[in-house]
């Protein structure tokens, strides 16, 4: 995961979803992506394994202005958030657990 970061920020009621309180895995998706499915188990399995942090994941095709937003062009895209909500990673494409946990390194 080793995309930039802004400092724009999300809150619960923008993405739909609560926040994690130490940090937040937001994965846009959409329905026949195969690699969404794998990052998915990926996330979900990081947000177990780290107190505090939690996996959203939005249906791209659903949110077209969120989409619009913020330039997310492909799916999956991970956004990873710190605890207010500041997005401090954003990679395109299936990411490695290593990579998912190092990134969260970043917003804990």
């Known amino acids: 995961m080793n995309g930039q970061a802004g400092a724009e920020r999300l809150d619960a009621a923008r993405l739909g979803a609560e926040l994690g309180e130490r940090a937040t895995l937001v994965q846009f998706s ?7 499915r794998a990052t998915r188990r990926t996330l979900a399995e990081v947000a177990g394994m780290v107190e505090g ?19 997310i062009s492909r799916t999956p895209t991970v956004l990873v958030l710190d605890a207010g909500g500041r997005i401090v990673r954003r990679a395109e494409g299936q990411p490695r657990t290593v990579d998912v946990v190092a990134a969260l390194g970043r917003a804990i």
């Open 53 to 71: 942090v939690a996996h959203v994941e939005i249906d791209a095709e659903a949110r077209l202005a969120l989409v619009r937003d913020l330039g």
């Open 30 to 36: 959409t329905a026949f992506c195969q690699p969404c």
